[in-house]
């Protein structure tokens, strides 16, 4: 039996058009929810995904400042910017792409973004609120993926997760986030002895490594709801993920897409921490 599909466009669809109609509300109390984006440098997929930020941001009433500097701007000057958009108060969503260029500190410049305003989630403080859970702003990708498993109703209590990676962006924040909703929660990674022995025990898969075919049919346990944050290119040159989606969606219960699963939804938890950071600037 095939798995059923996690559509993450049809989600992201649903959730920002709730987030359009949040903000509708603001703008009604004065209020018009700002991300400000700063790109340094002109890394050509950094500009896609900042393209696609601000289009997202118009396109559900948010206002959207897009800075775009030289890839020798200074470290002085990056952190001068986000001192000023810290106290801008039509700011409420503080965005610095990464990767910056390798001469700017990028910990120094995520740590000079006002809690408040760290819709990333990236800030050592969001990171720190996650942890004991306390509110805060979670990262948008695990977030993300947290919201397509809501979305199909899946109870975590009781089941074992299986992380694959362990960024601070992803893999580790992904982990705590199931956690929280009382799933056991294992963590694999590169220096796993034998990651196959651990995701069959699995009834919830996250690939989040970054490589092909990091997860295949034989590696999966009937049922396993799969969930890949891969981003990756085949030899023909087209957007996969880091599961075999051929071999595993006949044996998964469930599978997001790659394109059209989570990618789609970091975008959305982006403009969903946004308007989050602006409804708790007007409380
Ligand atoms: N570069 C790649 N993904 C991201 C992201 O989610 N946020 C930022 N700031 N930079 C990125």
């Known amino acids: 039996m095939s798995a059923q599909i996690i559509d993450g466009n049809a989600l992201s669809q649903r959730l920002r058009a709730a987030v359009a109609q949040r903000a509708t509300a603001l703008k009604a109390r004065g209020i018009q929810p700002g991300l400000a984006v700063i790109l340094v440098g002109n890394n050509p997929a950094s500009q896609v995904y900042v393209r696609n930020k601000v289009k997202a941001c118009e396109d559900s ?23 000023a958009l810290n106290q801008d108060p039509s700011i409420h969503g503080i965005l610095v792409q990464l990767p910056l260029p390798v001469h700017i500190d990028a910990h120094k ?18 990171a720190g609120a996650l942890m004991v859970g306390q509110p805060g702003f979670w990262p948008c990708t695990p977030y993300g993926c947290m919201k397509m498993l809501e979305s199909i109703a899946y109870e975590l209590k009781g089941k074992h997760a299986v992380v694959i990676g362990r960024s601070n962006i992803v893999g580790k924040p992904m982990a705590l986030m199931l956690l929280q909703k009382n799933a056991t929660v294992t963590i ?37 709801v799969v969930i890949d944050v891969g981003m990756n290119r085949n030899d023909e040159g087209k957007l996969c993920g880091d599961v075999d989606f051929q071999g595993v969606r006949e044996v998964a219960g469930w ?29």
């Not at 410049?109 to 969001?126: C, N, Q, T, Y």
């Not at 694999?188 to 075919?213: E, F, W, Y």
């Not at 789609?264 to 938890?269: A, F, G, H, L």
């Open 61 to 83: 009433g948010l206002r959207s400042v897009l800075e775009k500097y030289d890839a020798d701007l200074s470290e002085a000057a990056l952190l001068a910017r986000v001192a």
């Open 109 to 126: 410049v995520i740590e000079a973004i006002s809690p408040a305003k760290d819709v990333d989630g990236f800030h050592v403080a969001s």
């Open 188 to 224: 694999c990674h590169s220096g796993t002895p034998d990651l196959k022995a651990m995701t069959l025990q699995a009834d919830v898969i996250v690939a989040a490594v970054g490589k092909r075919n990091v997860l295949t049919a034989d590696m999966v346990k009937p049922g396993a």
């Open 255 to 283: 599978i997001t897409p790659v394109p059209g699963g989570v990618g789609p939804m970091t975008i959305t938890m982006l403009l969903v921490n946004t308007l989050e950071a602006a409804e708790r600037s007007a409380a």
